[in-house]
């Protein structure tokens, strides 16, 4: 079992960048897949990105071009870029994460961290 912590969240302009970090404990953390979900007030919690053991990455349609997830397993965390952010990408911003698979849907992870806030104003 690991347990996830979320940071890098902020107020950024609309346009701007933040680099969200999701940093796991555990020692077999290298061997997960982890995924960042968002979830604004009122609304359901998304998928935004997702990324296995060995790299390979799912991206939602909202996000690709302007988000990119990668992992660096030495230091136990997976990261978030987002580029280009839009006030639409508002919200509060998890990682969980599954020992198999990537997963795109929130119901499927058993796992996660408590959540970073995000806010791009236009």
Known sequence: ???????GGGLVQAGGSLRLSCAASG?????YAV??????PGKERDFVATIDWNSFTNYADS?????TIS????????YLQMSSLKPEDTAVY??????YYRRTHAN???TWGQGTQVTVSS
Do not use: I
């Open 27 to 31: 020692r077999t953390f290298s061997r």
């Open 71 to 78: 992992r660096d397993n030495a230091k136990n965390t997976v």
């Open 1 to 7: 079992q690991v347990q996830l912590v979320e940071s």
């Open 108 to 110: 499927e992870y058993g």
């Open 35 to 40: 995924g960042w979900f968002r979830q604004a």
């Open 94 to 99: 998890y990682c969980a994460a599954d020992p």
């Open 63 to 67: 996000v690709k071009g302007r988000f």
